[in-house]
């Protein structure tokens, strides 16, 4: 089916990605973490109804065969070897979103730990071409939603970095399109550092696939309430 709403997840590996985390955590668990918050993010995106499909855009061979093993409607999207990064991962997912003719896309990022279905209706409830949203310091940007029936939405240029969250508010100015802000518990948090950690209740030095979910699950059902 083709024609609805898509939303896509960029990862550049489970066992290289978050290396700000390297040294406080263990290399196993820090890529059961990333392997963890991956699934964590596609299952609220698929429990939240809200999209026909979710593309997993990766360079990463181990992390397109997990998003192929996750169900007929999570795609694995291979990024090309000689287009690295975060913006050429972006721009593949907008591609195989113009290619199924999808009515817009979402990008939602795997770092979110206690994203929820909710979080995710809560963006695509907001009624404007472009929904941006920010990290908990209102600096960064951990979600962005283009809908495609304002053809301008193809010129949004991705511009993520310190202070993404306003240069992508002016960027969508600069084509003259709306913005709406969503602001959840499960979008603003995001996991980059041992600081990070620490905010959802974990020890770096005592961290482990284990704990981090028990807490996760917790936090995620307080955040609900």
Known sequence: MTGGLV???????????KSRLEGALLPTVRSALIRRMLLGVVSAINESLAVEAVGVVSPDQETLELAQSLGPQ????????????????????RTWAAERHATGVLILFGDLPLLAAADVQHIVRRDAPVVISPDRHGTGTNAILLRSDESATS?????????SYQRHVDEAHRLGLEVATSVTPGTAID???PDDLRLLGV???????????????????????
């Open 203 to 225: 020890e770096p030095e005592t961290c482990n696939e284990h704990n981090f979910e028990t807490i996760r699950v917790r936090l995620q059902r307080s955040a609900a309430r």
């Open 7 to 17: 939303a896509t997840v960029p990862i550049r590996s489970l066992r290289e990605g």
């Open 74 to 93: 999570v795609v694995p999207i291979e990024q090309p070897a000689g287009a690295p990064g975060l913006n050429p991962a972006l721009e593949r997912g």
């Open 191 to 193: 996991l980059d550092t």
């Open 155 to 163: 010129e949004f240029r991705f511009l993520f970095g310190p202070g």
